[in-house]
């Protein structure tokens, strides 16, 4: 246990490198206006170019992962970042230079974030795997409050040059801490003369686990409601509230149920708790769309910080409760494959919800339907499952 309190705060650390390195880019719209590009559709391509390289590859990205040793990936994918976050830097105003190098960049974050991943599931045990994830987890949320408001106050100082180098610099964290971390996934033989490599496990053997199919499902409704937050900002617009009042609350909770209760996910069933958080967040979403004041809007983004706070370390952790070692990188790409999916898949069946229904309407319809479909996904899903675990530990 000794060692794992030693590793944790270097995986904190890494997941806000690599979750800094993206979030920084969330203000990229405003660099570009500066540069000269300020276009719509062309903003729209250089953002969502790097988005789509980080989510297609995802399956195939557990290919590297098994190929290669860890920490070599690791420190492969923040070498590209950085390269990508100077290419950036170094574009102007070349449209199709900033398209390049945000694929590039995203690519890199994709393969980052698997290999990561991996990482975690393979070297904390699984007594400790739920408590120890929400505390690493708290790295990711970090950025929220700290590089995020860093490089908007970069920005409205004028100081544009400043926050394009940001990435590059947290790219280059990234990278270190990779470097420090010990090696994982090989074990040594009898006489401790040399090492095993891993044998990895076919996709066919993956897709035929029980464990995993119901990941799988689940993972696509709690997707939905954690990809939610990118349509509150059109919502707030609807109502004449701020949308940082629900961001910033949210990230609040977030964060303080991450800290102060990391441990829930030890103490409680994580199959069972797994269609509880899809309830919370829904229940969050739904409520948001009766906010009539700023104080509303941000208890609810509160209520749903503690949700998507007990839910994202969760899901990462569930990989390594479903699948055995041999199948992790590939069980891992694509959970994440299906996350990132559902932050390309919500935003659009919200705008066609809000066409047809109004932005509130849309907040109640699809969180409302998510809602009832988690007594289903618990009793009939993840239940069973749970029986079954139980039989396994007595045997």
Known sequence: MTRIRKLLPKLMAANFGIMAFSQVYFLLPVYLEWVGVSGPETVGWILGAYYA??????????????????????????????????????????????????????FAFGLYLVALTTYQTMVIPDEVRGGAFALVAVGAMAPFVISLPLGDWFLQKGSFSFYIWMGPMLAVLSGFIAFILRPAGATKDEKGKKEKKEQWGRWTDLLRLRPLQVLMVSTVLYGLTDAAIISVTPLAMDKNLVPSAFMASFAVGALLIRILGFKILDLFPRYGTAAVVIAVNAAALFGTSFAGSNRAFAFWGFFYGLGVGVGFPLYLALIGDVAPQSLRPKATALVWFILDGCFFVTPVLMGYLTSCFGAPGAFRLLPGIIFFCTPALYWFLWRPLMGDKKEDSRE
Do not use: D, H, N
């Open 53 to 106: 390289a980080s989510t297609f590859p995802r399956p195939f990205l557990a290919q590297l992962v098994e190929r290669f040793p860890l920490r070599k990936v690791l420190m492969a994918a923040a070498v590209l970042c950085a390269v990508g976050g100077v290419g950036l830097a170094l574009s102007g105003s070349s449209v199709p230079l900033l398209i390049f190098w945000r694929t590039l960049s995203g």
